[in-house]
């Protein structure tokens, strides 16, 4: 009886010691797709979706969050300081309702937070930031308008030309 239970016992230790083994070889080679002498990251699936990443706004601690997505389709948001006597210095965020990307021209509107909404039409450009992980790597170029709607539903624009630089993106490669 003692070697029915050895035999039985057998088959599965071999298998088991023969997968940790697998296990073990495949995490000491390196990931063949991985490797660049230049050490660029892998490029991206969606045409435009390096340019995803959050842009300066119009004053410090202000942002712009762009997400590019599949067909150009273009999510985000604005998040600025709010500027009535209600809201000053409170974050306001402006969620995107529609955003497009065609090449590297690019197109938002923003929802209306407390009467006021925005409108961006203009390109992505490559900046002076050296790589990803510096400042400007990209610039969002173009012109932004600010709709503004008061109490008495009176509405008022203003535009004006903005560079909006990138903020530096983390160049550690992500976990899996």
């Not at 991985?34 to 990443?53: I, M, V």
Request: hydrophobic share 30%; aromatic share 10%.
């Amino acid at each position: 009886m003692p070697i029915r239970t050895t035999r039985s016992y057998a088959l599965p230790l071999a298998c088991f010691v023969l997968f940790g083994w697998t296990l073990a070889g495949a995490q000491m080679k390196p990931n063949r797709q991985r490797e660049d002498p230049q050490n660029r990251p892998p490029a991206p699936a969606t045409p435009g979706a390096d340019y995803s990443g959050m842009y300066s706004f119009l004053r410090d601690g202000e942002f712009v969050q762009v997400t590019v997505e599949d067909q150009g389709r273009v999510t985000g948001f604005v998040s600025r300081f709010g500027d009535s006597e209600s809201d000053r210095g409170v974050f306001l965020d402006h969620f995107f309702k529609s955003g497009k990307l065609q090449g590297n021209q690019l197109a938002f509107t923003t929802e209306t937070v407390h009467g006021l909404s925005f409108e961006f039409r203009g390109s992505v450009e490559r900046g002076e930031g050296k790589s990803r992980g510096d400042e400007a790597y990209y610039v969002l170029k173009g012109t932004l308008v600010e709709n503004a709607t008061d109490e008495a539903k009176k509405t008022s624009s203003r535009s004006r030309e903005v560079a909006l630089k990138s903020f530096p993106q983390d160049m550690a490669p992500p976990r899996k």
